[in-house]
């Protein structure tokens, strides 16, 4: 993992500023959706990228409650309710 060189403190309600660098570095946006993994003691924020629920795909997605499904997916279902 690479060092960035920029010290974050987290605020008495637990809020992290990420530095306007990184922000546009990587694209982020105010009230984007940030992913939070974790790796041994690491603690990794990755941007959100909505994916189908089923097979992972990125594009054609709609949104179903608070999933996400691709067309083909839909696809399949339809035809496996169909039966």
């Avoid at 660098?21 to 959100?48: H, M, N, W």
């Amino acid at each position: 993992m690479k060092r960035s060189g920029d010290l974050c403190k987290i605020d008495s309600l637990g809020r992290v500023v990420i530095p306007v660098r990184l922000r546009r570095k990587f694209d982020l946006k105010p009230y984007d959706a940030l992913e939070v993994f974790t790796e041994g003691g690491s603690i990794i924020l990755q941007k959100y990228i909505p994916t189908c629920v089923f097979c992972g795909e990125e594009e054609n997605l709609t949104d179903f409650g608070d999933k996400c499904i691709c067309g083909n997916c839909i696809a399949k279902i339809s035809v496996l309710n169909a039966e």
